[in-house]
Antibody
Framework: QVHLQESGPGLVKPSETLTLICTVS????????WSWIRQPPGKGLEWIGF???????NSNPTLRTRVTVSVDTSKNQFSLRLASMTAADTAVYYC??????????????WGQGTLVTVSS | SYELTQPPSVSVSPGQTASITCSGD??????ACWYQQKPGQSPVLVIY???KRPSGIPERFSGSSSGNTATLSISGTQATDEADYYC??????????FGGGTKLTVL
């Protein structure tokens, strides 16, 4: 069974950079694409970006200048860095497996999510 | 940028069929997938490639797509199906796109 677990700070100050890590078990990050998705309180889902071990990455055009997604195969983890945080970035951040080629670019496994609040 | 539009809410009586729509320009030319999200939980994939169910998803959940609209149908709706539902598609310019979500209420 594939399991994903997010870790990182629950509170970030405005203008700081958020760093989150997703630890994967039951699968290898060397396979598939892996993504970050967020959900502001009471609102909908927003895809942030994805990474593949072969070096392919991409991100939401609205966040692209602030987003870095990378993978660490030695630890079976992937990470998100989101720069210049503001209150609008307050959200539950999920890591997920996907987009999956054989699943019409869907996300088939998700972490439990971690709430990140931006406040001074 | 590509956008997907869902109704904010849909209500259904227990045992009836619930239909949730997702609209986007030429959505029928792309593949749509659907997620169920219950309060305080992570989204769960219930339909992919318009009408395929992942392992473990009840047959009550089905999907269809044509023209500009994809539809998630839940037959024999149960109280446990009450949740938020999100559609998602892939667009080659915007990449991953989610709809705004639909709150399904089972009255």
């Amino acid at each position: 069974q594939v399991h994903l677990q997010e870790s990182g700070p629950g509170l970030v100050k405005p203008s700081e950079t958020l760093t989150l890590i997703c630890t994967v078990s039951g699968d290898s990050v060397s396979s598939y694409y892996w993504s970050w998705i967020r959900q502001p309180p009471g609102k909908g889902l927003e895809w942030i970006g994805f990474v593949h071990n072969i070096g392919s990455t991409n991100s939401n055009p609205t966040l692209r200048t602030r987003v870095t997604v990378s993978v660490d195969t030695s630890k079976n983890q992937f990470s998100l860095r989101l720069a210049s945080m503001t209150a609008a970035d307050t959200a539950v951040y999920y890591c997920a497996r996907g987009p999956r080629d054989g699943y019409s670019q869907a996300f088939d496994y998700w972490g439990q999510g971690t709430l990140v609040t931006v406040s001074s | 940028s590509y956008e997907l539009t869902q109704p904010p809410s849909v209500s259904v009586s227990p045992g009836q069929t619930a239909s949730i729509t997702c609209s986007g320009d030429k959505l029928g030319d792309k593949y749509a997938c659907w997620y169920q999200q219950k309060p305080g939980q992570s989204p769960v994939l219930v339909i992919y490639q318009d009408n395929k169910r992942p392992s473990g998803i009840p047959e009550r959940f089905s999907g269809s797509s044509s023209g500009n609209t994809a539809t998630l149908s839940i037959s024999g709706t149960q109280a446990t199906d009450e949740a938020d539902y999100y559609c998602q598609a892939w667009d080659f310019s915007t990449l991953v796109v989610f709809g705004g979500g639909t709150k399904l209420t089972v009255l």
